[in-house]
């Protein structure tokens, strides 16, 4: 059974950072994606960012670009670096993986087949 495990999550006023962190186990293939999303209440699940299975490339949502950083220490070990935080960055991210897809394609939801439980991230203002 796959399993994804977020953590890192936390209170952190605006401008802060923080590193969240994701340990996937359970999958048989290394050769698979990994990406962030994040919901706020009342919002739909947005995509913030994706790594390749190689870790040679990267995709982030506008919103998110120049100010996160997404990376991978291993096949099964993601992080994402939060730099320059702001109130409206608050919500749960979510960790997922997805198959070997173009990276082009990995801003949506229905191309992850695994998710974990998510962690919260709140930005004080």
């Known amino acids: 059974q796959v399993q994804l495990v977020e953590s890192g999550g936390g209170l952190v006023q605006a401008g802060g950072s923080l590193r969240l962190s994701c340990v996937a186990s359970g999958r048989d293939s290394g050769n698979y994606h990994m990406g962030w999303f994040r919901q706020s209440p009342g919002k739909e699940r947005e995509f913030v960012a994706v790594?390749?299975?190689?870790?040679?490339?990267t995709r982030y949502a506008e919103s998110v670009n120049g100010r996160f950083t997404i990376s991978r220490d291993n096949a099964r070990t993601i992080h994402l670096d939060m730099t320059k935080l702001k109130v409206e960055d608050t919500a749960v991210y979510y960790c997922?993986?997805?198959?070997?897809?173009?990276?082009?394609?990995?801003?949506?939801?229905?191309?992850?087949?695994?998710w974990g439980q998510g962690t919260q991230v709140t930005v004080s203002s």
């Open positions: 790594i390749s299975w190689s870790g040679a490339g």
């Open positions: 997922a993986t997805a198959p070997w897809w173009d990276l082009a394609t990995m801003d949506t939801r229905d191309r992850y087949d695994y």
